[in-house]
């Protein structure tokens, strides 16, 4: 009932940076959490970023002070700027939006991204 589209993954430098975008679509009355996840090959999914319809942040340790993310709550959209990207940065990125559906009894959503590759070269 809630659709999440990412964009702007790819391939980059190492010391280069990319935007990921993830819109959120379908009956959604508010959204609390968005946040962004990561996994690499032979790794466990880790999260990256998180923001809160408050607009408080937290971060990974390995990302402070290089990924910024935000929202545009008019669009149902999370951004995730990265910077100053590392080969460690390599995984495909999945964003995750909890939140309540525009429904009578407005319950509870946990949507999933498809997932977009983020490849850092070094």
């Known amino acids: 009932q809630v659709h999440l589209v990412e964009s702007g993954g790819g391939l980059v430098q190492a010391g280069g940076s990319l935007r990921l975008s993830c819109a959120a679509s379908?009956?959604?009355?508010?959204?609390?959490?968005m946040t962004w996840y990561r996994q690499a090959p032979g790794k466990q999914r880790e999260m990256v970023a998180r923001i809160t319809n408050t607009g408080n942040t937290n971060y990974a340790d390995s990302v402070k002070g290089r990924f910024t993310i935000s929202r545009d709550n008019a669009e149902n959209t999370v951004y995730l700027q990265m910077n100053n990207l590392k080969p460690d940065d390599t995984a495909a990125y999945y964003c995750?939006?909890?939140?309540?559906?525009?429904?009578?009894?407005?319950?509870?959503?946990?949507?999933w991204g498809q997932g977009t590759q983020v490849t850092v070269s070094s």
């Open positions: 379908g009956s959604i009355r508010l959204i609390n959490d």
């Open positions: 995750n939006v909890r939140g309540r559906l525009a429904q009578i009894t407005s319950p509870s959503f946990d949507s």
